[in-house]
């Protein structure tokens, strides 16, 4: 099967079925712990656009179970989830994983004592399970459908859970309205008390229920029948075998018409006959009849005909992430990245900066970036917005000193920068915006607005850049280099300087605290005093180590604890 370039190709198969050609690529999971069932899947990546599907596990926890009517995970439900876990660990190993992502979505988010779920699985297994926001979940769907899909360009992308319904309005691949609605099939059943067949009361006490939340949170919807409507999720999928569409490039979808006319075949059985009939899991068969019902009032409310179901999720999304952050996003050459940050002088030049201080900050930035990388684990593609920002970073002085950062942070997000994504040039005014005093805080628009998994790396990011901003506070150049290690909760960190140079040791203390509150870890500064020969060669503009520089050390280290 052939695919157009850039497209993202996932392919399906056994283990002992993989190509001599993945020898050299990675092990990575993705774990979507959902309200009705705990999903993983294991791929092997050999590029960011290339990532084959080895194997699938699907536990069928209910994490769902009592929270949507209690507001809390049972203990029993606890107990199975860190079992499930358990096994994830051991499929780890197997699999020789290097990357993984386990996410959590409405359940665990909306459950009062998630704290207790959280840390249980992270003591008893090592796994870190993260529960992530609905705007989160929306975005890793549209990450997987915008992979599979491209060159075609949906006008909605729907992503029916167990806990809620995600409704994602786009144009041309850019979003323009997400909509979050608490109507997930787990939530209907236990709320409903819906467990098995329905009559036709049940049905219309159900319909009027959804199609109530549905319009009056989703305002005039357009007209979708002659546009291409995706729907995403176990229950679509399942439907789609039970009512199909026409294929559309070879993706499957679901027949509206067709599905309405065997909604009542389904609705009409028990579950252990709809296990029977349609083939499903008792868990698939206690909810494929609510999801219809679901499905149906969102077609009459938008004039749908067609739902393209390309089998892609919230797994999906996160193997297309870990790939990219472990080959590097694509196109995001060393050429494109010279040219942006060739991009980011040109603006820092415009708005009067000091272009030699702000180049030595992002020297000792990246420096920090690459050498701590240990620590951070961020992904090669976040260095290039660290190094724009150092550029940038003081900008916001052409309209004033005083508050310069929040005038940097408005000016950064406001400016031209074509080739810059969206999302990264948020980032980017983000960490202009956090390279001194100011902290992130979620009361601060731009910052709340980012995923949280970009929130997480403006903080870390920002952490670096506030000790690469304070090495060179006086734009006097005086600490030449640093030299980083990482041990245990400790980071050494050994500063170059000249032998006439001084540090403000308490303001270098100070900027550390970020970085050591977001890691947990101890910052310890070591000066360095140059060597002779380095600080001839250095003046000479000669390299540094060659045989005519003959250096001896002109000082002691010393160091103290930040």
Same mark, same amino acid.
């Given at each position: 099967?052939?695919?157009?370039?850039?497209?993202?190709?996932?392919? =399906? #198969? @056994?283990?002992?079925? &993989?190509?001599?050609?993945?020898? *050299?690529?990675?092990?990575? $999971? /993705?774990?979507? +712990?959902?309200?009705?069932?705990?999903?993983?899947?294991?791929?092997?990546?050999?590029?960011?656009?290339?990532?084959?599907?080895?194997?699938?596990?699907?536990?069928?926890?209910?994490?769902?179970?009592?929270?949507?009517?209690?507001?809390?995970?049972?203990?029993?439900?606890?107990?199975?989830?860190?079992?499930?876990? =358990? #096994? @994830?660990?051991?499929? &780890?190993?197997?699999?020789?994983? *290097?990357?993984?992502?386990? $996410? /959590?979505?409405? +359940?665990?988010?909306?459950?009062?004592?998630?704290?207790?779920?959280?840390?249980?699985?992270?003591?008893?297994?090592?796994?870190?399970?993260?529960?992530?926001?609905?705007?989160?979940?929306?975005?890793?769907?549209?990450?997987?459908?915008?992979?599979?899909?491209?060159?075609?360009?949906?006008?909605?992308?729907?992503?029916?859970?167990?806990?809620?319904?995600?409704?994602?309005?786009?144009? *041309?691949?850019?979003?323009?309205?997400?909509?979050?609605?608490?109507?997930?099939?787990?939530?209907?059943?236990?709320?409903?008390?819906?467990?098995?067949?329905?009559?036709?009361?049940?049905?219309?006490?159900?319909?009027?229920?959804?199609?109530?939340?549905?319009?009056?949170?989703?305002?005039?919807?357009?007209?979708?029948?002659?546009?291409?409507?995706?729907?995403?999720?176990?229950?679509?999928?399942?439907?789609?075998?039970?009512?199909?569409?026409?294929?559309?490039?070879?993706?499957?979808?679901?027949?509206?018409?067709?599905?309405?006319?065997?909604?009542?075949?389904?609705?009409?059985?028990?579950?252990?006959?709809?296990?029977?009939?349609?083939?499903?899991?008792?868990?698939?068969?206690?909810?494929?009849?609510?999801?219809?019902?679901?499905?149906?009032?969102?077609?009459?409310?938008?004039?749908?005909?067609?739902?393209?179901?390309?089998?892609?999720?919230?797994?999906?999304?996160?193997?297309?992430?870990?790939?990219?952050?472990?080959?590097?996003?694509?196109?995001?050459?060393?050429?494109?990245?010279?040219?942006?940050?060739?991009?980011?002088?040109?603006?820092?030049?415009?708005?009067?900066?000091?272009?030699?201080?702000?180049?030595?900050?992002?020297?000792?930035?990246?420096?920090?970036?690459?050498?701590?990388?240990?620590?951070?684990?961020?992904?090669?593609?976040?260095?290039?917005?660290?190094?724009?920002?150092?550029?940038?970073?003081?900008?916001?002085?052409?309209?004033?000193?005083?508050?310069?950062?929040?005038?940097?942070?408005?000016?950064?997000?406001?400016?031209?920068?074509?080739g810059v994504p969206d999302e990264m040039q948020s980032m980017i005014a983000c960490l202009v915006r956090y390279h001194g005093k100011s902290q992130p805080e979620l009361d601060h628009r731009l910052y709340s607005s980012l995923p949280?998994?970009?929130?997480?790396?403006?903080?870390?990011?920002?952490?670096?850049?506030?000790?690469?901003?304070?090495?060179?506070?006086?734009?006097?150049?005086?600490?030449?280099?640093?030299?980083?290690?990482?041990?245990?909760?400790?980071?050494?960190?050994?500063?170059?300087?000249?032998?006439?140079?001084?540090?403000?040791?308490?303001?270098?203390?100070?900027?550390?605290?970020?970085?050591?509150?977001?890691?947990?870890?101890?910052?310890?500064?070591?000066?360095?005093?140059?060597?002779?020969?380095?600080?001839?060669?250095?003046?000479?503009?000669?390299?540094?180590?060659?045989?005519?520089?003959?250096?001896?050390?002109?000082?002691?280290?010393?160091?103290?604890?930040?």
């Amino acid at each position: 099967m052939l695919f157009s370039p850039g497209r993202l190709y996932i392919r =399906r #198969h @056994f283990q002992e079925a &993989l190509e001599p050609t993945l020898a *050299q690529s990675i092990g990575i $999971v /993705a774990v979507d +712990a959902g309200s009705n069932a705990i999903r993983a899947a294991v791929a092997r990546a050999s590029s960011s656009t290339e990532i084959t599907e080895v194997s699938t596990e699907r536990w069928p926890v209910r994490l769902g179970h009592n929270v949507f009517t209690r507001r809390r995970l049972a203990p029993r439900t606890i107990t199975r989830a860190v079992q499930t876990f =358990r #096994h @994830f660990r051991g499929l &780890l190993q197997r699999h020789n994983i *290097q990357l993984y992502r386990a $996410v /959590a979505t409405s +359940a665990v988010r909306e459950a009062e004592n998630r704290d207790i779920l959280l840390e249980r699985i992270l003591r008893e297994t090592g796994i870190r399970l993260e529960a992530i926001d609905s705007a989160e979940e929306a975005r890793l769907v549209l990450r997987a459908v915008h992979a599979s899909l491209s060159p075609i360009e949906p006008r909605l992308v729907v992503d029916l859970g167990g806990g809620s319904l995600e409704i994602t309005l786009l144009r *041309q691949w850019n979003v323009v309205r997400s909509l979050a609605l608490p109507i997930g099939t787990v939530r209907l059943m236990e709320r409903m008390n819906l467990t098995g067949r329905m009559d036709e009361d049940q049905f219309e006490r159900l319909r009027h229920h959804v199609l109530s939340i549905v319009q009056s949170m989703w305002h005039d919807p357009p007209n979708l029948a002659r546009h291409t409507a995706v729907f995403c999720g176990g229950n679509a999928e399942t439907l789609a075998r039970v009512a199909p569409g026409p294929r559309y490039r070879g993706i499957p979808s679901i027949h509206v018409r067709l599905l309405r006319d065997r909604a009542w075949e389904i609705m009409r059985r028990d579950v252990p006959a709809r296990m029977r009939v349609f083939g499903v899991r008792r868990d698939r068969a206690e909810v494929m009849g609510i999801a219809a019902v679901v499905f149906l009032c969102l077609a009459e409310h938008a004039q749908m005909e067609t739902l393209l179901v390309p089998g892609v999720g919230v797994r999906e999304g996160i193997l297309c992430e870990l790939a990219s952050e472990h080959f590097g996003a694509p196109g995001l050459s060393a050429s494109r990245s010279r040219a942006l940050l060739e991009l980011a002088r040109t603006l820092a030049t415009r708005l009067h900066c000091d272009l030699r201080h702000a180049e030595h900050v992002r020297k000792l930035a990246a420096s920090l970036f690459d050498q701590l990388a240990p620590l951070h684990g961020l992904p090669a593609e976040m260095r290039l917005p660290l190094e724009m920002a150092a550029l940038l970073h003081h900008s916001g002085k052409v309209i004033h000193t005083k508050g310069h950062h929040k005038h940097g942070e408005y000016l950064v997000r406001n400016a031209e920068l074509p080739g810059v994504p969206d999302e990264m040039q948020s980032m980017i005014a983000c960490l202009v915006r956090y390279h001194g005093k100011s902290q992130p805080e979620l009361d601060h628009r731009l910052y709340s607005s980012l995923p949280a998994r970009e929130r997480r790396r403006v903080r870390e990011l920002s952490g670096l850049l506030r000790i690469a901003v304070a090495l060179d506070s006086g734009a006097s150049q005086e600490v030449r280099g640093v030299t980083a290690s990482v041990a245990r909760k400790r980071i050494g960190l050994s500063l170059q300087v000249a032998s006439s140079a001084s540090l403000d040791l308490a303001a270098l203390r100070r900027k550390a605290r970020p970085l050591e509150e977001e890691f947990g870890v101890r910052v310890v500064f070591r000066r360095t005093r140059m060597k002779l020969g380095a600080v001839k060669a250095r003046r000479a503009g000669s390299p540094h180590g060659t045989k005519k520089h003959h250096s001896r050390s002109l000082g002691h280290v010393w160091s103290f604890t930040a």
